[in-house]
Each structure stands twice: as C-alpha cells, then as structure tokens.
C-alpha cells in the first residue's frame, strides 16, 4: 500500500475542511460547558372549568296569599297551653303562616260559662279561601277536644276567623269581618297590639269596661 504524499519540507499540510451533517442527519449534542439559550416555554396546561352544580330543589308553590286574623280562646283543662298549640297548628295548615303573635290576655266569660279564658290573636298570610281556612279551624277545635253541648258553652279550643283580607261574607256557616268583633275587648286588645291599623280607637273606648288582663 502506497503512502500519502507529504510535502518534503516536512511541514503539516492545511488543516481539512469540516464536512457539514447532512440533511436529516442527527444533531450532535452541545459539549460541555457550551452557552445554551433559555429553555422554550411551555403554553400554560389549562384545567377545563365546569359548571357549578346545583342542588336539587323541591317544587315550588307559587300561590297568591291574603292577610287574615284569627282569635284564639280557651277555658277548659291547660287553657295557657292550649291556646300556644292553637299557634303552632295554625301555623302548620297548609299554605299558612303565622306572621304575627300577640300577648295571651286572661279574660272573665262574655255571654258564656266556666273559668277565666285565656285568649290571643294571630295574623297569618295564607293560600285558603275563608271557607277553605274556616273548615281547617274547625278541624283543629274538633281535634282539641272542643264540644258543643249547648250554646257558650265552656270549650277547650275556641278559633274565630276575624278577617280574611277584604272578604266581606254573609251565609248561615260565615260571617266577614266578625260580626261581634268590636264588642269584645278580649278580641280587641290583642288584635290591637299586633294590628293597630285594624282597631279604631272609638272601638276601643267602647269597650273599656270589659277587664282584659295582659298576662304573657
């Protein structure tokens, strides 16, 4: 095998030309030491949102509702405790609500027999007719253990419905306004503290004989 020729003065020969890497040819690797440029950035990894989640609902009763006043008696057996159950009933009928409550007031029997009662009114909103919210007291009276031997007779539970919004009604079951309202202190005087706009004073002075004692 022949050797490459060498210049004859001894001395090295041009230094070869580097050769560039192909096209599609592997990139060698930065040595060590060498500078690099910042690394590229990544477009931020978004989280895909979701819509809330909402809790379940039950139907909705959208009815229309009036104001109405109930007066509330007792004077049989626990009069006190009968007359605050007789709220919370009121309370519990359907598409009613008591709005307001008044002091429980001790009164002596007008036209009637028996103990002192104990008396008070409530004012609720309700989705009842009158004739409706009339039969749904009566219930609460006949499950009170209230008895009608003869008239004014003593009572357990005894529930007036006073006012049913603007209802003005006149039939041998029901009567509005209360047609004896006006002549009761008993009813006058906790309507009065819940409900000033409903008892004229004159009515008031009217009755200011009948002793009605606030009590709770």
Known sequence: MSTPDRPKDGKPGPKAKAVPPRAGGGAKPPSAGAKSGPPARRA??????????????????????????????ANLGDAEASVKAAMADIGALQRTVVTARSSLYRSEPVDAEGPDFINAVVAVRT??????????????ETLAGRERPFPNAPRTLDLDLLMH???????PTLTLPHPRMRERAFVLKPLAEIAPDKVPRAALARVTGQVVKRIL
């Open 44 to 73: 931020p990894t978004r989280t895909p949102t979701r819509a809330p989640s909402r809790s379940p609902r039950g139907p909705r009763e959208d009815y229309p509702t009036v104001q109405a006043f109930i007066a509330i008696g």
């Open 127 to 140: 989705g009842l007719d009158a004739e409706q919210l009339l039969v749904a007291l009566q219930r609460l």
């Open 165 to 171: 919004g603007n209802s003005v009604i006149d039939t």
